[in-house]
Each structure stands twice: as C-alpha cells, then as structure tokens.
C-alpha cells in the first residue's frame, strides 16, 4: 500500500475517490474549516494556513512520521504551493517547489517571465492596501489589482480611477492582510483588456466567459476587437 499525502481545499469529489481506495493510505493536508467536507474516517494534518507553505510543512512535520510517504499529490491552486513544498522537503518525485511558486505565485510569475525575455504587462508589488495607489498611479490607470496568492480571480478587480482606489474600498474588498500584484490594464485601442461588471444593475459580461466573485464584482477577461459572444 502507497502512502500519499493530498494537500487540499474543498474538492471534495477527487479527495472522496482517493479516500475510498483500498491500495492507498492517504492523509489529507489542508484546513480546519475544510475537515466537515471529507468523507467520515479521513485521515488528517491540519496547518493553519495553506497560504504560508514553509510554517504549514513544518506543521505537518511536527504532526506526522514522514517516512513511509511516497508522493505527494494537491487537488486545489491554493494547496499546490504546499505540495512543492513537500515535495522539495522530503525529496520526492513531482514538481518542486521553485516551479509551483513560479505557476501559482503571480508577481514570481511576471519576474519569471521578465527574466525569460518574454513580453509581459509592467508590474508592481505593494504590500499594503495603501500602497496600491501609489503605485497604480507610477503604472498609470486603469490598473488590475490581485493578490499575489490566490486563486482564479479572487480578489481581482480593474480601477479605472484613482477615487475608487481609495484605502477604504481596498480594506473593505480586499482586507488587510493580503499583498498585492498590479498591472496596467491598457488594450490596443486604449480600452480595458479585462471586464468588471456590477452585478448589482444586471449587466452583462461581453467575453468568452465570466467568473463570478464571491462579493460584487464578475470579471472576465476581454480580448482587444472581440464582439459580444463570440
């Protein structure tokens, strides 16, 4: 029998297959608010925070004797840091960490790609909600702002203006503790390439496709030229 640790968030329909194998033993690493989603009898390592890969390693560490894991498999964006964190600590096969970070970390991404001489959007770093003005105004509006770590779109909106950017509606939509990615969001023809839309007046997205926010905003990426629907 194989041991696999499986860093997760809440796919529960993958992590309840890998549960119900008969050849694996599997531990699940992820969050305490995620436990109730498991199947009943589901083995554990809980850390605090997937967001902090290094303090939830040692967590698992300190919580578990290692020695009979094998591989290491991530179900979720947000867990995958961690899982090439495991993978690097203990020395087994799969993607390291060094290449989870540059995929899932979106500023290491753009530095990569820099470094890599292929084109990209100019970015910025600002670690605090009142930064992000600052440097939105060194980049020039409209800019998208995201957190570094996240996952899909969370937290990721466009400013088209300064007023909007204020310390206020940072703390109040994106909270205090979160550090964020900036970049211009100028199209060809001087428009957005990326679409916000109020859900509140019942626009409608005109993209491929449309992700909704978990607060207000639905965003969806816009290419330069393209027409509603196609």
């Given at each position: 029998m194989k041991s696999v640790l499986v860093?997760?968030?809440?796919?529960?329909?993958?992590a309840a297959q890998l549960a119900a194998r008969h050849d694996l033993r599997v531990v699940f690493v992820t969050e305490p608010r995620f436990v109730d989603q498991y199947p009943d009898g589901s083995e554990f390592a809980l850390?605090?925070?997937?967001?902090?890969?290094?303090?939830?390693?040692?967590?698992?560490?300190r919580q578990r004797d290692l020695s009979a894991f094998t591989h290491v498999v991530s179900l979720s964006e947000r867990?995958?840091?961690?899982?090439g964190y495991l993978r690097s600590y203990l020395g087994l096969p799969g993607t390291p960490f060094d290449v989870v970070t540059?995929?899932?970390?979106?500023?290491?991404?753009?530095?990569?790609?820099?470094?890599?001489?292929?084109?990209?959007?100019?970015?910025?770093?600002?670690?605090?909600?009142?930064h992000v003005s600052s440097a939105a105004e060194q980049l020039g509006w409209p800019v998208i702002i995201k957190p570094v770590i996240g996952a899909g779109v969370d937290a990721t909106f466009v400013i088209d203006e300064p007023n909007i950017a204020s310390r206020e509606w940072m703390r109040y939509f994106l909270g205090e503790n979160r550090v964020f990615d900036l970049t211009p969001s100028i199209?060809?023809?001087?428009s957005?390439?990326?679409?916000v839309v109020d859900r509140r007046n019942g626009s409608a997205a005109l993209a491929r496709r449309t992700t909704v926010?978990?607060?207000v905003f639905a965003l969806a990426p816009l290419e330069a030229g393209a027409k509603p629907g196609s």
């Open positions: 860093t997760n968030t809440g796919d529960t329909a993958h850390v605090d925070s997937l967001n902090d890969p290094a303090a939830a390693v040692g967590s698992v560490v867990a995958a840091p961690v899982a540059n995929c899932t970390n979106k500023y290491a991404m753009k530095r990569a790609l820099k470094r890599a001489e292929i084109r990209t959007a100019r970015f910025m770093l600002a670690g605090s909600a009142e199209a060809a023809d001087g957005p390439k990326y679409l926010s978990s607060r």
